[in-house]
């Protein structure tokens, strides 16, 4: 059930981080219960969800753009380890 991204089991530390442009919007998540309430899905898959939680907040169809990433994720190595080893053939 991986989606190929990294799962939010392997993501550093407790909570999840996550930042969302273009809204701004920020948050943090207890990783516990993000997969109980999700599963241990990738973040990639957890990002898509977390924005789309976010169009209700706007009335603009362009705003509509809204791109949830993790920071903490992007400061560590996982992301770019996995990208070389989890390469679709
Ligand atoms: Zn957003």
């Given amino acids: ?7 939010i089991s392997q993501h550093p530390g407790e909570q ?4 969302c ?4 919007r920020r948050g943090v998540y ?4 993000l997969i109980a309430e999700h ?3 990738g973040l990639p ?3 898509s969800i977390l924005s789309a939680a976010c169009d209700g907040r706007f009335d603009s ?3 509509k753009l809204c ?4 920071p903490r994720l992007a400061e560590s190595s996982i992301a770019d380890s996995k990208n070389a080893n989890g390469r679709e053939p």
Avoid: E
Avoid at 67 to 70: E, H, I, L, S
């Fill in 1 to 7: 059930m991986n989606d190929g991204g990294v799962p």
């Fill in 16 to 19: 999840v981080i996550y930042a």
């Fill in 21 to 24: 442009t273009p809204c701004g």
């Fill in 30 to 33: 207890s990783k516990a219960k």
């Fill in 39 to 41: 599963g241990d899905i």
């Fill in 45 to 47: 898959r957890l990002a």
């Fill in 61 to 63: 169809p362009q705003m």
């Fill in 67 to 70: 791109k949830a990433y993790f």
